[in-house]
């Protein structure tokens, strides 16, 4: 089903909540080809990047700033951040020009230098997420990394326990590893492995497409290196015009977020319909239940007898800030 076809309904009633976060795309491209990733579809080699301009990050954290105050960043999206050769300024820019959020960056550590981190966290990272892909990454990072700044908290992930996707402010500096998601799929609920709207290798072991909503379309805000928005952040490994709702800086973050666009696949995937996106059809993404609890959409959003309409009734202290 086309996208487009819906989008003059009636949506003038929608006020969407603003995302908990946003994720930006320094890199489009890794230096890896795990069989469990989007990357498997894109078009694009082992080592082959494109990247965000520092004009274009500078123009994302002043828009950010006015439109979300003070919320998280995560910077990875389809590739591997810290091959962006400006990856220390783009972490500079966003600081000076949004100075609450909290920066993450997630990496597969593969070209870490303590250098490079000491800058990182010099220019104001607050978090760097490491996946640690095979049995000797962890070993071999700490070694690179011994001596660091004693003011960098480091964590194991699955023996420490560290709030990871929660807004602990602008200041603090930690290190977290994560061992493989393909070896601890399934040992932490934020951690499981799924077939990345069918853009992966990994076969689905459920009958596609799901009957079940989506809360991935109320939660985060998705920039691609171009400037492109997408519906979510496993929709945009190839181009796809489907689930692209916008164009930056074209448009405003926040007119593209509460877009008719936008909106039309919210509310196809609210009302269980994933069958109706030709994206999301393929997709075993299975997030919606934690999720769903959070948002108590049961009682936030209600489909009223027109088709096509979501009417907003609860007050946005509902929603994380
Ligand atoms: S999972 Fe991460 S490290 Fe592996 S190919 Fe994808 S972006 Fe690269
Ligand atoms: S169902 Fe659609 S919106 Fe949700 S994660 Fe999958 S591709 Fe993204």
Redesign the pocket.
Known sequence: MKVECIIKNNMENIKIPKPWSAQIEPTFGCCRKCHFCGIQSANLKIGEYKFMSLDLAKKIAIDLNVFLGKKRIEFALSGEPLANPNMTEIIKIFRDNYPKSQLQITTNGDLITKDLVENLFNNGLNMLLVDCYDKNSKSRIQTLLSGLNSDIRIYDFYKDNPKVWSYKGDKQKEIIYMDSIASNDEKDITRRLNNQ?GFGKLKSNVVLPLKVS?S??FRELVVKYDGSVY??C??GWIPNPEMIVGKFPENSLKEIWEGDKFNSIRKI?YNSE?YK?N??AK?D?KGYKNSLALYDFKNVFEIDKQPNTIIYKKSRSLFMD
Do not use: D, G, I
């Open positions: 709207a989506c991935n379309v519906a979510c496993m929709s995937l994933r996106l994206t999301c997709c993404y």
